[in-house]
């Protein structure tokens, strides 16, 4: 029996603002802007829907500006400082040196583990991602 295609679509990520995170994920890390659109919240207020994603990828990011004091505590700290998201790419040496190059700061050096080349940098908001590529 064929079960129906699932799979995770979005994830969110709070951020201080949209524009800042967006420039972050597209003209650093070459995501792509799927959707950039007014919407509301569910009490009447103005926000906005915007997805970014890495080429080719099906799961994206959803950005969402920080509404209130509780979500202004967890910009930077979704993962209770831990690593939250993981970006694999293929050329790990060029991904690394265009992004030292945009300034993204690196908090650990490259290092090699079994799964792979791998270094910790933080995003716009101050939350470590892994960088992840082949094994050199």
Known sequence: MNSPRTFLELVALV????????????????????EDSPSTTTDGRSKRW???????AQTGLLLARADGDAQVAVVGNQHAGRVGFFLRVEDFGAQYERMLAAGVEF??????EPYGRVAVFLDIAGNRWDLLGPAA
């Open 15 to 34: 951020v201080h603002d949209y524009d800042p995170a967006i420039r972050f994920f597209v003209d650093v890390l070459d995501f792509d802007l799927v």
């Open 107 to 112: 908090v650990r050096p490259p290092r090699t």
């Open 50 to 56: 915007v997805v970014v994603r890495p080429p080719g």
